[in-house]
């Protein structure tokens, strides 16, 4: 399997513009789930989904910033408007199913927002 | 809830040399604890991972860690350090079915020769 895959790998963009992070869990995962991870913050639980409904969003830091996972191997976050306190970088991870105790990472996304 | 604490933002030991990364853990209900290892501009790695079966715990690259109820801590211990062991370990807890995790602020394991 090629692992969570993540897309773009690296973001700059200016204040004020939307932004839009993709992921592709592993197939047969049913849990996905979005962190970011700062200096000053380590890393946080945005939001995650199991089969493709959220359940838990209290990480999202704003209405600034939403999730959808229309299907089982596609997930989006979106931040609209993006700014420079936004930088960081974002992880993607996936679970398998009843048993499979182990998050999977991806690679990140590295956003900076000038 | 649940916590953990990652005792040391930053560790330096010689090649060679033992290394030991502290992980003291708070959860009301048993806990599922994990160790993952994070190299520069890469995601999160498992090394191993604690699920109430053996409290001793092996894991990759010659890691292991203990699991220990009665001191609420999963320590991180590898015999004789290596260069490439050289990276940023974070601890997390997890409980209930859906794992969801707390991490610790991680550990700077830096190797010197």
């Known amino acids: ?114 | 809830a649940q916590s953990v604490t990652q005792l040391g933002s930053h560790v330096s030991v010689s090649e060679g040399a033992l290394v030991l990364l502290r992980c003291n853990y708070s959860s009301s209900v048993p806990p599922y604890l994990f160790w993952y290892v994070q190299y520069p501009n890469q995601g999160l790695q498992l090394l191993l991972k604690y699920t109430s079966a053996a409290t001793l715990v092996k894991g990759i690259n010659g890691f292991e860690a203990e699991f220990k109820k009665s001191e609420t801590s999963f320590h991180l211990t590898k015999p004789s350090a290596h260069m490439s062991d050289a990276a940023e370990y974070f601890c997390a807890v997890g409980t209930g079915s859906n794992y969801k995790l707390t991490f610790g602020k991680g550990t700077l394991l830096t190797v010197n020769p």
């Open chain 1, 1 to 114: 399997d090629a692992g969570v895959i993540q897309s773009p790998r690296h973001e700059v963009t200016e204040m004020g513009q939307e932004v839009t992070l993709r992921c592709k869990p592993i197939s047969g995962h049913d849990y996905l789930f979005w962190y970011r991870q700062t200096m000053m913050r380590g890393l946080e639980l945005l939001i995650y989904f199991n089969n493709n409904v959220p359940i838990d969003d209290s990480g999202m830091p704003e209405d600034r910033f939403s999730a959808k996972m229309p299907n089982a191997s596609f997930s989006t976050l979106k931040i609209q408007p993006s700014e420079p306190r936004d930088s960081a970088v974002y992880f993607c991870a996936s679970r398998g199913g009843r048993g499979a105790d182990t998050q999977y990472f991806g690679p990140g996304t590295r956003l900076t927002v000038l």
